[in-house]
């Protein structure tokens, strides 16, 4: 089942403003090998949480050749600067990313790791302001608790295929990928500690912020929310005088439309 009609889908990526050359020949590469990438919309998504975040601090579970990889690089580098992880177990695709990570000139903003996703993440030290997980749906709900200790207060987790082609519906299927969203799914909605919502773009991007407990005045109860994560006093005076640059002028080599 699709999750939204063809028409729809190419109109959402559609609205996508043009994307470099490089961006492009990996779009075109996704097609002509059949390779799961997050597709220009859900990259648009992606980009633009993490921009309105301010995240420099990105961890990817399941990057491929770096598709997802390029939208969060790009809105680090616009952020001022950080790192993004680049997660995968084939040596391959390692490589392939790295190829297009230095065409779309992000050298020095991403970090390769090759091997099982969930083991490397549980190496590195956190926090995070976004994790964004893409590995084999197996693996999901037993991902959760590590994300969960490494994301910042007020952090996003980022999760695709949660529709799972409206197989997640289908009460005859119980195969372990399916299960596993569904479990996903039911541990993210029952801990109060996260707010979560499934965008039904794409195949169904899960986007869930890390609650913290905040203190009410005198007589008020405990209420969870969303830790705000304003930008220093300085930075914030110097990013609102800014004029706005539309992103044709900001990203590199951009073709057509
Ligand atoms: C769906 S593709 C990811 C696409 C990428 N997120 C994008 O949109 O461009 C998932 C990739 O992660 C790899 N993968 C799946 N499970 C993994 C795991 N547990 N550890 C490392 N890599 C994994 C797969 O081999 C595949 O290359």
Redesign the pocket.
């Known amino acids: 089942m699709d999750i939204l009609s063809p028409a729809i889908a190419d109109y959402l990526d559609d609205l996508v403003p043009p994307r470099p050359a490089e961006l492009q020949r990996m779009e075109a590469y996704a097609k002509s090998h059949g390779f ?3 597709e220009p919309a859900c990259g648009q998504l992606c980009y633009q949480i993490a921009r309105t975040m301010g995240a420099t601090r990105i961890y ?1 579970l ?3 050749y ?3 990889t390029a939208w969060f690089a790009e809105a680090v580098k616009q952020n001022g600067g950080g790192i993004v992880h680049h ?4 040596q391959d ?1 390692s490589d392939m990313a790295k190829a297009h990570m230095q065409a779309l000139g992000y050298e020095g903003l991403v970090e390769y790791t090759m091997g ?3 083991d490397a993440f549980r190496q590195v030290d956190g926090p995070f302001d976004i994790v964004f997980m ?3 749906k197996e ?1 999901y709900p037993t991902a959760l608790a590590e994300i969960k200790r490494k994301l910042r207060p007020g952090g996003v987790l980022l999760i ?1 295929n949660m529709l799972w082609s409206g197989r997640i519906l289908d009460h005859s299927d119980d195969s372990g990928a399916t299960q596993a969203i569904r479990e996903c799914t039911g541990m993210l909605v029952s801990d109060q500690d996260w707010a979560v919502s499934v965008i039904p773009i794409r195949d169904g991007l899960l986007v869930a912020t890390k609650l913290t407990l905040e203190k009410s005045p005198p007589g008020g109860g405990d209420f969870l929310c969303v830790q705000a994560a304003p930008l220093p006093p300085e930075q914030a005076r110097a990013e609102q005088g800014k004029e706005t640059q539309s992103n044709k002028d900001i990203l590199p080599e951009t073709q057509g439309e």
């Open positions: 799961p990438i997050i990817e399941g990057s491929g770096g598709y997802s997660t995968v177990w084939d695709l099982e996703a969930v893409d590995i084999d693996g695709d």
